[in-house]
Every structure is written in structure tokens, then in C-alpha cells.
């Protein structure tokens, strides 16, 4: 642990830890604030930079991977800013590759983790997250760029991976979310398709400078197979995209408004097939193991088609 510092307490003394002072710090020890300076970033929303300066937060995020067991011989960080969260990395996984959209902030990086670089205990990849390849990596803790979390995470999901991850708060809520429960939607459902999803920490605001505008929270996915099969995974995602446009609606009037989305040539014929409880049914109480039955049916029978 790094202390008990927090943000606001008065307390930002060691700002000359770090390469300025001469000698290479030891990964796990370099105080955020310092890093700020030594970057001289103040942090854009416009860009979705919002730094972790909360000692505590960043010193317990790769522990949310260590108590789990996962395998940290090559952590992937996506948006890694100035650092901070990349330094308690190196201290706790074999290799880390960080990856980052700013070009200051990725030459920041090089300079202020020249000895990690240059040890190959750490690749920058100077680059936007959703367009670079993505290395052979074991597990990814990040504090993502909230614009494009969604996309992210459905970019890491499929890979099988233990994730811990930082989303604002009410978006980690519906990913982790049960069926019968008000945050339970199309993502819980799909987040599920590919992992255990558990909130594993509320962040408040002002553990980041600047403070967003929403509260966060820190995510665990733990991958494994879904307990259903279904025979065409991006029929099935269509699926639940429409029947969850219409969640106030029951299944069989959901199933019959949505053929736009889902693609449907004959959804008349599914809600026909289809069991009646379930057509009475809203989306909010239906079990992933439900829908990815009825996906299997409608597209047995509902003629789906162009998308
Ligand atoms: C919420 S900040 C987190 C910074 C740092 N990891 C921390 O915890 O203090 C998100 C970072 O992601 C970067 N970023 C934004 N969009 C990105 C993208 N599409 N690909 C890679 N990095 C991105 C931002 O420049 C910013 O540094």
C-alpha cells in the first residue's frame, strides 16, 4: 500500500518522487499527483481524461485481481494517461502493455517508464483502443475512457479474459445486474454471454482529477461459457437489442414490433411457437437460459434475414 492518503486532504508532499529527483522509481511507488505535474496535464472530459488520484482506489485494483488468482504475467491497461495505475501494474503483474490514445500523454509515458520499457517490462502502444490490435494478454485492469466503455468492453469481453475494470457507476450496475432486478437490460444479458460480472467497488468523484460528472464503480468479469447455447451469436445479440427497446412491452408484442431489429421475416410465427407464459413475460424478468431459447426458436421459424 502507498499510505492513506486521499484526494483533498492537504496532503500532495511527494511531488519530486520520480525520475525528476534523479534515479529510477521502484513500480508501485510514484504518487499520481507528482505525475500530474511531471506530465503537466491537467486532464481533458472532452477527451475522457479523468486521472485516479486516490491512493487507496489504485493500490486496491490489482488486488481485485490478485485475490481472484488470476494470471498477471501480461495485465493489458487500455487508456493509461499519466500512469498511475500503470505503475501499481508493473508492480504486480510480469509484463504490461498500456495502451494510449493521446500522443502527449504516450510520449510522457515512454519518458517517465524508460527503465520499465527498456527492461521489456512494459510496452506503450500509442494508439486509439478500439482500432490497434490487441496483444495476447491474461488479464486487463484499466480505468477506462468512459466515452467508449461500452464498445471496450465488448471489445475485451470476447476474449475470454478476467477483466477488472472501471465504468461509471450506473453502467457497471446493469452489466452486473439479475433478472427481476431494475438494472437488469440488454447489457447484463450480453456482458453474461461471456462472463460472471460483479460490482466490486463504488469510486466517488473526487477520487479523480478532474472529477467526472457521474460516480464510478470497479467491475470484476470472470469469463466462462454461458449455460445455454444458442446457434447464431450475432442473431442472438440482435435479438435482445429489440425485444430491449421495447421493455415495457410484453415478449409477444416486443417480439412483434422489433422485426426491424431483429431482423425477423415472420415474427408472427415465433410468438405462435412460442411458449405463452413467456410471451406474457417482460424482458426485465426473463432469464438469459429464456431468451437464448427463444433466440434459437425465432430463428428456426421467424425467417430471419438482412440485418
Ligand atoms: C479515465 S482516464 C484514465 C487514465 C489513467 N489510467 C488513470 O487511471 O489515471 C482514460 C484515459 O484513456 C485515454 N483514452 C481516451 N480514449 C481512448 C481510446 N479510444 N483509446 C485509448 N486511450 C483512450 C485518455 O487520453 C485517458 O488518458
Request: aromatic content about 6%; proline content about 7%.
Amino acid at each position: 500500500m502507498n499510505g492513506e492518503r486521499t484526494r483533498g486532504d492537504g496532503e500532495a508532499s511527494d511531488g519530486d518522487s520520480g525520475p525528476a529527483r534523479g534515479g529510477d522509481p521502484e513500480p508501485g511507488t510514484r504518487d499520481p499527483d507528482a505525475l500530474l505535474r511531471r506530465a503537466g496535464v491537467r486532464g481533458d472530459p472532452n477527451r475522457d481524461q479523468h486521472f485516479l488520484v486516490d491512493d487507496r482506489v489504485l493500490d486496491r485494483l490489482p488486488g481485485y485481481a490478485e485475490e481472484a488468482d488470476v494470471d498477471l504475467s501480461h495485465v493489458l491497461e487500455i487508456g493509461a494517461g499519466t500512469g498511475a495505475l500503470t505503475d501499481r501494474l508493473l508492480a504486480a503483474a510480469d509484463r504490461v502493455t498500456a495502451i494510449e490514445r493521446d500522443p502527449d500523454l504516450a510520449r510522457f509515458l515512454r519518458e517517465e517508464f524508460a527503465a520499465e520499457i527498456e527492461s521489456g517490462d512494459l510496452t506503450v502502444v500509442e494508439g486509439d483502443a478500439l482500432e490497434v490490435e490487441l496483444p495476447e494478454f491474461t488479464a486487463s485492469i484499466s480505468n477506462l475512457p468512459y466515452g467508449p466503455s461500452s464498445e471496450l468492453a465488448f471489445r475485451l469481453l470476447p476474449e475470454g479474459r478476467p477483466l477488472v475494470l472501471m465504468f461509471q457507476r450506473e453502467f457497471a450496475e446493469r452489466m452486473a445486474a439479475e433478472p427481476g432486478t431494475d438494472d437488469y437490460g440488454r447489457l447484463s444479458v450480453t456482458a453474461g454471454h461471456y462472463a460472471d460480472a460483479e460490482v466490486v467497488e463504488p469510486v466517488p468523484k473526487e477520487a479523480f482529477s478532474p472529477p467526472p460528472a457521474v460516480q464510478s464503480a470497479v467491475v470484476r468479469t470472470t469469463p466462462r461459457d454461458p449455460d445455454y447455447e444458442v446457434d447464431d451469436e450475432e442473431f442472438f445479440m440482435d435479438f435482445l437489442k429489440a425485444v430491449f427497446t421495447q421493455r415495457r412491452k410484453t415478449i409477444r408484442n416486443a417480439v412483434r414490433n422489433t422485426a426491424h431489429i431483429s431482423g425477423l421475416g415472420d415474427p408472427d410465427a415465433v410468438v405462435d411457437a412460442a411458449d405463452e407464459d413467456l410471451m406474457s413475460a417482460r424482458a426485465g424478468n426473463v432469464t438469459p437460459a429464456e431468451f437464448a431459447d427463444l433466440a434459437t426458436l425465432a430463428y428456426e421459424v421467424g425467417e430471419p434475414g438482412e440485418r
